[in-house]
């Protein structure tokens, strides 16, 4: 099966900065790569969808301002958590999909858990 | 609107028994796919299973077993036989094939397998 990275695997900052977290497939091109967040004994909730070249799409609440997504590449999407606060302690996740000849297939990559003190 | 429904938040059962996780949905797509993860301790996602609406025919693997009922908007997932190592969240998920591949996720259930 396909595989998605993620970097950095688990960060920790202090209140107040910025981190990017990569998401890249390894091995395909992905059309549309996705990003969840996942808090403690929670599910997964999707924050926004992210195509190359283009802006991404936020679901309702999630403010755009302090998630910045850029999709430079086929192969790479990064999420910036700008003025990161300790209730952005979470579990970030990001999905690569892709729609080739009618299948559907989404990969998932392993996750960044990031802390903010 | 997309919905999907774990009732079961937790499950403890002992080694060896069977179980049974329960996902109802709800979609006005026509059509859709439905997908079991298992999500063990260290986070990351562990695809088990994806399901196209057309395609209604149960599925074994190995322990696994999946029962999809379009009749009743559910795919329930089966642990025959269940092992410590079955410990886990196991989520249901749902995508619409009008949603751009956006995933809807269940609540999830925490299985706990003791020996």
């Known amino acids: 099966g396909a595989v998605v990275s993620q970097h950095p695997s688990w960060v920790i900052c202090k209140s107040g900065t910025s981190v990017k977290i990569e998401c890249r497939s390894l091995?395909?091109?992905?059309?549309?790569m996705f990003w969840y967040r996942q808090f403690p004994k929670q599910s997964l909730m999707l924050m926004a969808t992210?195509?190359?070249?283009?802006?991404?799409?936020?679901e309702q609440g999630v403010e755009k301002d302090k998630f910045l997504i850029n999709h430079a590449s086929l192969t790479l999407s990064t999420l910036t958590v700008t003025s990161a606060h300790p209730e952005d302690s979470s579990f970030y996740i990001c999905?690569?999909?892709?729609?080739?000849?009618?299948?559907?297939?989404?990969?998932f990559g392993p996750g960044t858990r990031l802390t903010v003190l | 609107a997309q919905k999907v429904t774990q009732a079961q938040t937790e499950i403890s059962v002992v080694e060896k028994e069977d179980v049974t996780l329960d996902c109802v949905y709800e979609?006005?797509?026509?059509?859709?796919?439905l997908f079991w993860y298992k999500q063990p301790p260290s986070g990351e996602l562990v695809f088990l299973i994806r399901?196209?609406?057309?395609?209604?025919q149960n599925e074994i693997s190995g322990r696994y077993s999946w029962n999809f009922q379009k009749s009743t908007s559910s795919f329930n997932f089966t642990i025959t036989a269940s092992q410590v190592v079955d410990s886990a969240v196991y989520f249901c998920?749902?995508?619409?094939?009008?949603?751009?591949?956006?995933?809807?996720f269940g609540q999830g259930t925490e299985l706990s397998v003791k020996p």
């Open positions: 999905s690569a999909h892709s729609r080739d000849n009618g299948r559907f297939e989404q990969f």
């Open positions: 091995d395909f091109q992905a059309t549309t």
């Open positions: 992210s195509n190359e070249g283009s802006k991404a799409t936020y």
């Open positions: 979609t006005r797509d026509t059509t859709y796919y």
């Open positions: 399901r196209n609406s057309f395609d209604e």
């Open positions: 998920a749902l995508s619409g094939d009008n949603q751009g591949g956006k995933l809807i």
